[in-house]
C-alpha cells in the first residue's frame, strides 16, 4: 500500500539521528515534528529565529510574538532560545543545522532542487529561505509526492521548473518509495506497494537498487 | 552621539523622513513589525520609497495599509506572496510597484554587512539559480559564491519590547527577527517599544541592541491582533 502522510512522516522522523538539529521548513514537512519522540533529543529550528521551538500554539497559549516559518503561533520548549536573522541564516549557511526537510515541485536524480517558484509568467516570485536552507543544512531530505496532479513524475532526469539549489539534496521521501539521489544517481531505498520493476515503468530516471 | 532622542509621539519619531528614501522595516509577517511606526509614516506623507522587509504586508494593516496609500516605489524582501498579501499582488500585477526578491539570509546578512562596514561578501545561496543572474561568481576552495552587496537604510523602523533612557534594547520571543540587524543598518534607527525603563534597569548582560545603533525611541501601547492560523 502507498503510504499516506501521516505514516510518511513518522518515517521521516524514524530516519532523523538522535540530537540532531532539525529545520522543517513549512507546510506538509512540519508535520514530520508530530512523530518525534521527546527522548530523541532532536532540536527544531525555525528560521525566524529560535531553537527548540515547541509544537503549535492552542487557546491561552497562542502568542502574536511566538510563531514559526509558516507564521503560525507554536509554543517554546524548556533550554528555548531566541536570535536575530542574521543568527539564525548563518546557522544554515554555516552548516550548522544537521537535516531540513522541504517540500518540492520537482528533484532531480543528481540532488538539484526545484521548489520555490512554478515558472509561470504571472506567477509573484517568492523564495523566503528555500534557498538558504537547500544550500546550507548537512542533509537535505524532501517530501513530496512521486507525480504531479496532471500524473507526470516529480524526480526528473533534469529539473524543468527554476532551481533553487544544485545538489542539494540526499533524500527523497514519496508515498511509493523513498530514494537517495546524488552524483550516482538515484537509488531506490524502499518502496510501498509497488516493486522497483513497476517504479522503473513509471519514472524517466535510471534507478538502482539500496 | 551617545544621546538618544525619546519622542512623545509617534508623530515626531517619524519626522523628518525624505520622499525616496529607502527605509527598513522590521517584522517576520506581523510579528515584530512596527505597526505605530508605519502609520505615522503612513501620516507624515513621504512618498517614492523603497522598503526593505522580509514580506510585502499582510491584510491592510501595517506595511500593506502603507503600499495602499501608493507610498511605496520598490518592495526588496524576500517572500511577497502570502494567502493575505492581496495589497501587495495586485500593485505588483498593475505595475506599480517595483519587485527585487532576495533569499531571506542574503537580505538578512547584506544589512549586517552594511551595519557592518563590510563592502560586500561571497554567499554560497542562489547559485545555480535564476537569482544569480547578473552576479559575480567566485569559485573558494572548490564551492562557488555569489558577490552579495550591503543594503543600507536611510531610515530602520523596529519594534522592540523595552527600552533604557540609552536606547538600549530588549526583545520578545520571535519578534526579535529582523530588528537588531536592521537598527545597525540605517542612518536613522526609529524604535517603537512598549516599554521605557530607567538606566541601569535593563540586565547588562541581557542587552540585544545596544544602545549605539539606536537614535530615536517612542512608546507605544501593545496591540492585538489576530495571528492567521490561530486555532
Known sequence: MALNPDELAAIIAGDIPPYSYVNLGIGRPTRVADHLTPGSGVVLHTENGMLNMGPAATGEQVDTDLTNAGKQPVTELPGASYFHHADSFMMMRGGHLDVCVLGAFQVAANGDLANWHTGEADAIPAVGGAMDLAIGARQVFVLMSLFDKQGRPKLVPECTQPLTGLACVSRVYTELAVFDVGPGGAVVRDTFGITVDGLRERLDVPLSVL | ?231
Not at chain 2, 507610498?71 to 498579501?85: E, G, N
Not at chain 2, 531610515?155 to 520571535?174: E, P
Not at chain 2, 530607567?198 to 545596544?210: I, K, Q, R, S, Y
Open chain 2, 1 to 231: 552621539m551617545s544621546q538618544v532622542q525619546h519622542l512623545d509621539s509617534v508623530d515626531e519619531a517619524v519626522a523628518g523622513i525624505e520622499d525616496g528614501s529607502t527605509v527598513l522595516v522590521g517584522g517576520f509577517g506581523l510579528a515584530g513589525m512596527p505597526f505605530d511606526l508605519i502609520d505615522g509614516l503612513i501620516r507624515q506623507g513621504a512618498t517614492d520609497l523603497t522598503i526593505v522587509c522580509n514580506n510585502a504586508g499582510n491584510g491592510e494593516v501595517g506595511l500593506a495599509a502603507l503600499l495602499q496609500a501608493g507610498r511605496v516605489r520598490k518592495v526588496i524582501c524576500s517572500f511577497p506572496r502570502q494567502s493575505d498579501s492581496y495589497v501587495f499582488d495586485a500593485l505588483y500585477r498593475a505595475g506599480r510597484v517595483e519587485l527585487e526578491v532576495v533569499p531571506q539570509g542574503n537580505l538578512a546578512e547584506r544589512m549586517r554587512a552594511a551595519g557592518a562596514g563590510i563592502g560586500g561578501f561571497y554567499s554560497p545561496t542562489a547559485v545555480g539559480t535564476m537569482l544569480a543572474e547578473g552576479k559575480e561568481t567566485r569559485t573558494i576552495d572548490g564551492r562557488d559564491y555569489l558577490l552579495e552587496l550591503p543594503i543600507r537604510g536611510d531610515v530602520a523602523l523596529v519594534s522592540a519590547h523595552r527600552a533604557d533612557r540609552m536606547g538600549n534594547l530588549v526583545y520578545r520571543k520571535t519578534a526579535r527577527n529582523f530588528g537588531p540587524v536592521m537598527a545597525t543598518a540605517a542612518e536613522t534607527t526609529i524604535v517603537q517599544v512598549h516599554e521605557v525603563v530607567p538606566t541601569g534597569e535593563l540586565d547588562p548582560e541581557a542587552v540585544v541592541t545596544p544602545g549605539i545603533f539606536v537614535d530615536r525611541v517612542v512608546r507605544v501601547a501593545p496591540r492585538h491582533y489576530t495571528v492567521q492560523g490561530a486555532r
